[in-house]
């Protein structure tokens, strides 16, 4: 079928093992095609880099100046919601990309929660997400905790995090959501902005406004006992 396509351009990834074949066996099978494509591979670690990639695959299909366009909007909208945050208090967050067993969100995330006027202190940016134990997680004292299981959208999400309600009620977080990681979380594409733009409601919900079309749960009634974190 790949061969019948007879594709000029192959674009893959190499960050995740899991969710495609390596970037090697994609070589090795562009080089037996008659179209004889080029192979490029995606594996950005920061939001800077997913930006960069935009140009880069823009530039690859021959019309670079739709690249830099969709690099400069998207960049207006994140300095949109740092700016809309600037003088917020800075809420305590852990990511979750996984409940079983817990991993701390990676690579973009803690970037993400920082530009929507939160603090990450759990995963790093730009390195790989990373298993915690759920003591670890509680001694980082959060006030937020977003559980986005990787390629997972809001409702199953949420059906996963109240799984695992007892262990999230003990992390003394004041709110808890749920979010849709498959859109906006765990795709490095243009959508990491949308997911932005809702932890910057999530957190300040007086200052930035949802995105329109990106689901989440708010799972705070149904789990934390501690209430409401501050957002004056």
């Known amino acids: 079928e790949l061969a019948a396509g007879a594709p000029d351009l192959i674009v893959t990834q190499a960050l995740c093992a899991v969710c495609a074949v390596s ?3 994609v ?10 494509p080029d192979v490029i591979s995606l594996d950005p670690k920061t939001l800077g880099e997913v930006l960069d990639d935009l ?9 670079p100046e739709r690249g830099e366009t969709l690099r400069a909007e998207l960049q207006r909208r994140l300095d949109r919601v740092q700016n809309a945050v600037s003088d917020a208090p800075c809420p305590r967050v852990v990511t979750l990309e996984w409940l079983a ?4 969100g990676g690579h973009w995330v803690p970037e993400m929660v920082e530009l929507a006027g939160g603090r990450s202190v759990a995963g790093e940016p730009g390195r790989d ?13 959060p006030d937020v905790a977003v559980v986005m299981p990787c390629g997972l959208y809001a409702e ?22 749920a979010v849709d990681a498959a859109s906006s979380f765990s795709r ?14 999530l957190l300040h919900p007086g200052q930035v406004e949802a995105p329109e079309a990106l ?14 974190f501050s957002t004056a």
């Open 23 to 25: 970037y090697d066996d």
């Open 27 to 36: 070589k090795a099978v562009a080089g037996r095609l008659p179209s004889n």
């Open 55 to 63: 140009v880069r695959l823009a530039e690859a299909t021959g019309v």
């Open 101 to 104: 067993p817990p991993y701390a």
């Open 129 to 141: 997400s990373r298993v915690v134990g759920w003591d670890e997680l509680a001694g980082r004292q």
């Open 156 to 177: 199953e999400a949420a059906e996963q995090a109240l799984t695992y309600r007892d262990d999230l009620e003990a992390l003394g977080a004041r709110a808890i959501f």
């Open 188 to 201: 490095p594409g243009p959508r990491l902005v949308e997911g932005v733009e809702l932890l910057g409601h």
């Open 215 to 228: 689901r989440f749960r708010d799972l705070t009634p149904a789990i934390s006992t501690k209430g409401r």
